[in-house]
């Protein structure tokens, strides 16, 4: 099935975006070249039949892989027969050390349990709610890049400022200890030192055998668990007194399995808040640093988003408004998705179509290849985001764009992530048009457990609308209801 998109005016009129990415592989390559590639960029590594065939399998260095590009089989891993599938060891061995046993790195009843607890606190109403304290980050940044007006702003490290600073009004709204800076370079410091696939995971070699990579990962690993410590120990008084504000923090604490009426352990708490901060935070900041890439490439695109944006007024914005910056917002998820790949490790043997899946291989679904595939996208490399939007979405196969995942380990932070996106985006357009330099590093995506932008961005700023100097609004406490 092919997701067609509609283009207001004739394709040979219109110029699409097509943000360079390496090339796809013709020949396969060596075990040691293969690895080397690995390890540098993993997503170097695809090659042509992976973008063009919905199931490719062989044996390579990591054993057997079944790489999985068909939407019904996509339905058929992550929903119907997803029992027979667990998350792989190579991903545990990695994440697990320095995110704990939380929701991305818990099985079976664990997880089950802690999914079920934290359902409530991510349903929409509650997301919904939390809509001030993204508008009160948004507006406090678009202030900041309007005084930046003429100079040269570090685009990526933006991104990362302000979505660090909703994490700090929706979860833990008393702030953080220290400076919220040195929490955002932890971050990427720790997914820089275990992104890289070390040959020793590939192997299976056993985990008492160090690994390079989360040696160096190790240091912030810790100033996360002791950030955290300190703030749910804070916490945990103010709701014995009954002074606690109601953020997702308090929200965590008392939380309630609907089955068991069992909460959360301390540990469990703590896993999940790390998570939360390090792959919450570091998806959404590196999703609005390719969508404002990509306008600052595309006129066509970036004129719509101001007319939007411009249209809906001063003041807070809504994400039911901003339809045009939900497509954008989509799109660039589509071309570079948070999550570049989804890995299972099958339990029992079990078959894909015509392909057979050994007890213990590894299936791979991956968001990069998936979104980019020849037979499911039209221009599967250009960037329009009209394709997101009315009947065009519509004829989008669920299970061919997946930039949170599918079945029952779908992100849980899905909606908060898009409606915070969609609400910074609207900020930084009504505040300020980037240019992209001419001198501007090649905009290589870097898998590094996300897809970041290897050499980040720096675009030149241009201030626009009205948007206020000083006067900075009031802290709003994050609220847990419509």
Known sequence: MTATIAIDTPASAVARFRPPVPAPRRTAMGLFAFLKAARQNPITTWMEDHFTAPVVAG????????????????????????????????????????????????EGDAWKLQRRTLAPIFSARTVQGFSDAMNASGAKLARRL???????????????????????????????????????????????????????????????????????????????????????ARRKAQVAAGGAPQDLMTLLLAAQDPETGKGLTDL??????????????????????????????????????????????????????????????EEAMRLFPPVPFLSRQAIRDDRLGRIKVPRGSMVLVAPYVLHRHRTLWDDP?????????GANRDAIPRFAYLPFGAGPRVCIGQSFSVQEAVIVLAHVVRAVRFRMPDDHPPMTPLHRVTLRPEHGLRMDATRRGQTPLSAARPRPSARAGG
Not at 77 to 102: F, I, S, T, W
Not at 158 to 181: A, K
């Open 381 to 389: 490399d250009a960037f329009v985001p009209e394709r997101f939007l």
């Open 59 to 106: 044996d390579g260095a990591m054993g057997r892989i079944t790489v999985v590009s068909d939407p019904a089989l996509i339905r058929y891993l992550l929903v119907e027969n997803v029992g027979n599938y667990r998350k792989d060891d190579l991903q545990r061995r990695v994440l697990a050390p320095g995110l704990g046993n939380g929701l991305l790195s818990a």
């Open 268 to 329: 469990e708490v703590q896993a999940n808040i790390i998570t939360f901060i390090a792959a919450g935070h570091e998806t959404t900041a590196n999703a609005l640093t390719w969508a404002l890439y990509c306008l600052a490439k595309d006129d066509a695109a970036r004129e719509r988003l101001e007319a939007e944006v411009d249209a809906a007024g001063e003041g807070d914005f809504a994400l039911d408004t901003l339809p045009f910056a939900k497509a954008v917002m």
């Open 146 to 232: 309007a005084r930046r007006d003429g100079t040269r702003v570090d685009v990526a490290l933006e991104m990362t400022r302000v979505t660090l600073d909703v994490l700090e009004r929706t979860i833990f709204t008393q702030g953080l200890p220290g400076d919220p800076d040195a929490l955002g370079r932890a971050i990427t410091r720790f997914l820089e030192a275990v992104g890289p696939i070390d040959p020793l995971d590939v192997f299976g070699v056993p985990d008492f055998v160090p690994r390079l990579g989360r040696l160096r990962a190790r240091p912030a690993g810790r100033y996360f668990a002791e950030v955290v410590e300190a703030l749910i």
